[in-house]
């Protein structure tokens, strides 16, 4: 089986690159060890529609994103599957999260979606300006969010090693570099 744990978000606009940053932090940090199975990480960024055949490739997905919950808290961690979403959760908060949500619903409407599971955190929304910089609230629903994601794939029977310690702040230094190594 093949496994993808895909990061979507906006690295450029604080919290919510979080999706791209845990991703680059899971890949770095872990090992996946199985004979039957396959784990990809991918740090998906801003692509939505551009990443159909990938997505489609894979038997799982599970996605790293941030989230808008009715009444929620900047640092909330929500984890669900994409056909089974609270009705307080919605995508309809930045730009690349809007164009996320109409990607996977296009692939279901093909019948191509593997099942999907979504780790989410309500981010703090910058608006226009531009940073780097998480904020604390989010850098601590992190460390929730790895051990959702790590479980999810241990439940395949796979075996997730440390390779690495490293923590999502140092890794969040060059995220951005990843695509010109």
């Known amino acids: 089986m093949k496994i993808l744990v895909l990061g979507i978000g906006n690295i450029l606009f604080g919290d919510e690159g979080i999706g791209p940053h845990l991703a680059n932090l899971i890949d770095e940090k872990y090992e996946f060890v199985s004979d039957e199975h396959v784990?990809?990480?991918?740090?998906?960024?801003?692509?939505?529609?551009?990443?159909i055949p990938i997505i489609t490739d894979y038997d799982n997905v599970l996605l790293i994103d941030c989230v808008n919950v009715a009444?929620?808290?900047?640092?909330?961690?929500?984890?669900?599957d994409f056909n089974d979403v609270p009705e307080c959760i919605t995508w309809n908060g930045s730009a690349h999260e809007v164009e996320m949500l109409q990607t996977l619903q296009m692939i279901e409407m093909l019948g191509d979606l593997p099942p999907t599971k979504?780790?989410?955190v309500i981010p703090y929304v910058?608006?226009?300006?531009?940073?780097?910089?998480?904020?604390?609230?989010?850098?601590?629903?992190?460390?929730?969010?790895?051990?959702?994601?790590?479980?999810?794939?241990?439940?395949?029977?796979?075996?997730?090693?440390?390779?690495?310690?490293?923590?999502?702040?140092?890794?969040?230094k060059y995220t951005y570099l990843k695509g010109t190594q």
């Open 39 to 51: 784990v990809d990480v991918l740090d998906g960024g801003t692509l939505a529609q551009r990443l």
């Open 71 to 80: 009444d929620g808290e900047v640092g909330d961690v929500y984890s669900f």
């Open 118 to 120: 979504i780790v989410g």
């Open 126 to 172: 910058i608006g226009e300006n531009s940073t780097f910089s998480m904020t604390a609230e989010v850098l601590k629903a992190s460390l929730t969010m790895e051990q959702v994601i790590t479980k999810y794939i241990e439940d395949f029977g796979v075996k997730v090693l440390i390779k690495k310690n490293t923590t999502l702040e140092e890794v969040s």
